[in-house]
């Protein structure tokens, strides 16, 4: 599961790492800022962009660093609310990210608000049984690079819609670690990435608008509440019974919830932010009213907000989701006792948690004899 990619991408050198790099080869301190600035400020998509390098540094560059790791193979645009980009590896391995436009009420999609969901694995290896990433097990994990590179792509992607403005990944309101794989089994790769995303002299974007989404791995998450970067947590509870939980969610039987609720508490303790229980609402198999009733308590225990999420049909799987009235009711319940609570309607929304589907449909085009 190891991957030695041919060439390390630029992408995950930090300013640290390439000054170092680059200090070996007798150039100035300043020169991997510059470099750096040529990446994520001025867009250069080949190292010869770069024209105030030396002919000779750039030929080095090319042959000790891959510019771009990963390449653009499709874009599944729905009705301008969300982008889908079907990114290939240099071994061929697919990921996802994508763009969601999110209407505000009584605005245009001028106004939306705009989310990016990047990946942290080639598949997962959790196996939730709800879900389309972990189908096919886990691939391997992705390096810092291919993690950065992902938003350098929706950078591309928005430049090209507008040619004349280079957009600012600031324009984006947040990046949310929710796509293709568990970030926190992915650690040391997702804190680089992420670091390299936040500083100054990488895409310079706000911690406080990244969240990382985890379905549970409690070390990692007390790990995450020490980190200096300050992200923002999110958990797939998806059961607030151990019964139910681990009905569907393997990892609940290594973590079960006296272990991960206490985790949950001593980060936020810590960061002084809400952490977010996501709950996916699928008929039959988390919808009691007394699963709402516990999971009210949790949240207003650990002064957490909860998102519901009707279940999106993954095809080949048997879930579905709960009516509406039985989703409303089963919001009622939060809501009466004033947790902090959003039941997701929006269309728009629907694709984030579908993450994984383009993948696994292209996947099993490619080779449907292995799937
Ligand atoms: N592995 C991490 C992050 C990626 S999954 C995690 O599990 O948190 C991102 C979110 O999408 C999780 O809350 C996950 O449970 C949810 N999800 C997965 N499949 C889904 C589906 N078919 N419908 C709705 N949400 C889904
Ligand atoms: Fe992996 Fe998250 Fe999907 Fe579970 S929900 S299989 S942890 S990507």
Redesign the pocket.
Known sequence: MIYTPAKPPLTGETLETLTARLRERGEPAFRAQQILGWIYKKRARRWDDMTNLSKPLRLWLDETFELMPVALVLNQQSEDITDKLLLELADRSLIETVIIRAPQEGVGLDHSRKTICISTQVG?A?G?T????GLLGLKRDLNAGEIVAQLLQVCYREDARTPRARMELASFDNIV???????LANYDNIIRALTIVNADWGLGFGARRITL???GLVPKILQLAEEPLGLRL???L?GATDEVREKIMPVNRAYPLAQLLPAIRSFSEKHGRMVTL?F?LIAEVNDALEQAEKLRDIALDLHAHVNL??????EG?A?QRPSITRQERFADILRAARVSVTLRREKGHDI?????QLRLKTEKERAPASV
């Not at 709800?130 to 990433?133: G, I, L, N, Q």
């Not at 670690?177 to 970030?183: A, I, L, S, Y």
């Open positions: 997962c959790m939730c709800f879900c389309a990433s670690v929710m796509g293709m794989g568990e970030p989404s985890t379905s999110a958990i797939s998806h996501e996916i999420i009707p279940y999106n049909h993954v799987l879930w984030d948690a579908a993450c994984g």
